[in-house]
Nanobody, 127 residues
Framework: QVQLVESGGGLVQAGGSLRLSCAAS????????IGWFRQAPGKEREPVAG????????YYTDSVKGRFTISRDNSENTVYLQMNNLQPEDTAVYYC????????????????????WGQGTQVTVSS
């Protein structure tokens, strides 16, 4: 079965960095766009960043542009999210998920278009 597993979360001070990983199994990884999403306490899950199936296109929500970088290694079936200059408002559980549509074009950021959600990894940024 398809499985995505996130790792790399932790506690960091404001201005610090973390790199999240999303390791996939049970699918032809290179066919699918992958997204990172986050959910803060009391808030809805929101898209953070996405990368196309080829890795040629990336997408970021405005609040993380210039601070976060998404990348993928199709030979390792892994997507990464490098997070720099973290701020307390970045505190959340971070999830990765795959686009349900193989070879999808564009980025909807619509949670309904994504499946095979991982269990999440906690990121906590102290001020």
């Amino acid at each position: 079965q398809v499985q995505l597993v996130e790792s790399g979360g932790g506690l960091v001070q404001a201005g610090g960095s973390l790199r999240l990983s999303c390791a996939a199994s049970g699918l032809t990884f290179s066919k699918y766009a992958i997204g990172w999403f986050r959910q803060a306490p009391g808030k809805e899950r929101e898209p953070v960043a996405g990368i196309s199936w080829s890795g040629g296109s990336t997408y970021y929500t405005d609040s993380v542009k210039g601070r976060f970088t998404i990348s993928r290694d199709n030979s390792e079936n892994t997507v990464y999210l490098q997070m720099n200059n973290l701020q307390p408002e970045d505190t959340a559980v971070y999830y990765c998920a795959r686009d349900r549509r193989p070879y999808s074009s564009g980025w909807s950021g619509n949670l309904a278009d994504f499946g095979s959600w991982g269990q999440g990894t906690q990121v906590t940024v102290s001020s």
